[in-house]
């Protein structure tokens, strides 16, 4: 008969490792690795056991004479040592469980301070926040295992080989991981940026771990994935306070090209929404089949880029033609040869 435990008659020794001896014609061998088991405890163990089986007994000999009342009072009466000290850690738990409401909620609002002072993006306080919210729930939750008597060491390793085993089977979505956290970090575009990325196009609403949320001119929302986002070039057309924008537009050959350029660039000087610095200039572009082209550059606010624009193209129709000059369109002339029979 093996034992893992202890044994009484060691001469009041500690008993280690290996230590052998025999109990009653049985072998106990002593396998602690590093705690020493002395005498008293032994002794203090052995009194445990025995009257926990005088207890058991004295339940049992109860339900066999049928008396159920007598049984939960024998139960009580060994048990609410037990149940009273349970209660206090549970108690003790939920005090913890307040505590780290309340702390965690102080440090969400130190953070949203330090946030607004140095202008972080908001989807990144959005996932810091979310980070701060998991690290300290994961910790009290680890306080409350311990109180319970739970190893935690235990846990940890379970939860860590665990998170590996995900990690390699979802590789994909930590690479999607790692792209948002460098988006996040290196600030190619924020939130409400209207950007072209991976083939799409739109205005930044979240940027997320997993994916970023466009809004698409025609009021669609896009996930893209921030992998493919940062495997493509992207185009940031919010990024400068001012844009610059050209419009091209003919007038017939027949027209004077000096009266064409000052009747255009008047009309932009004299737009509220173009800016004097740098000035507007008309530009010949091309001297196309059917008419010369004129290309309108200018330069406007960013959030004012497509009111200008907009307003440009409306007017130049009534501008050209008011002046007495034309806007061309293709013609083609068709010549046929008589072809004597």
């Known amino acids: 008969m093996l034992f893992y435990g202890w044994y009484h008659e060691t001469g009041g020794r500690p008993f280690f490792k290996n230590d052998t001896t025999t109990i009653g014609g049985a072998t106990a061998v002593m396998f602690t690795e590093k705690e020493i088991i002395m005498p008293e405890e032994i002794e203090k163990t052995e009194e445990v056991l025995q009257t926990a089986t005088f207890k058991t007994k004295a339940v049992v000999e109860q339900l066999t004479k049928g008396d159920v009342k007598g049984v939960w009072e024998k139960l009580w009466e060994s048990l609410q040592g037990e149940i009273w000290h349970f209660g206090k850690i549970v108690l003790l738990a939920v005090v913890i469980f307040i505590i780290a409401y309340f702390v965690s909620k102080l440090i969400h609002k130190a953070f949203n301070k330090v946030a607004e002072k140095y202008a972080i993006d908001v989807s990144l306080v959005s996932i810091i926040h979310r980070l701060i919210t998991l690290l300290m729930l994961s910790f009290t939750l680890l306080i409350i295992l311990e109180l319970l008597g739970i190893n935690t060491a235990s846990v940890l390793t379970v939860v860590g080989a665990a998170g590996l085993a995900v990690g390699l089977a979802l590789k994909d979505t930590l690479s999607n991981i790692a792209a948002g956290i460098f988006l996040l970090t290196q600030h190619p575009y924020k939130t409400g940026d209207f950007v072209e990325c991976a083939g799409m196009s739109g205005s930044i609403l979240e940027i997320g771990l997993f994916t970023t949320k466009l809004r698409t001119p025609q009021g669609q929302d896009i996930f893209v994935p921030n992998n493919s986002i940062i495997a493509a070039p992207i185009t940031n057309y919010s990024s400068n306070k001012v844009r610059r924008a050209d419009i091209t537009v ?82 083609r002339v068709v010549t046929f040869a008589n072809k004597a029979e």
């Open 250 to 331: 003919g007038i017939d050959y027949g027209d004077n090209l000096e009266d064409g350029i000052k009747l255009l660039q008047a009309m932009m000087e004299r737009n509220p929404l173009i800016l004097k610095d740098p000035a507007p200039t008309v530009l010949v572009a091309e001297l196309a089949d059917s008419s010369v082209n004129l290309t309108l550059r200018f330069w406007t606010e960013n959030d004012k880029y497509w009111d200008a624009y907009w307003d440009i193209q409306r007017n130049l129709k009534a501008e050209i033609e008011g002046a007495g000059l034309n806007i061309p369109f293709p013609q």
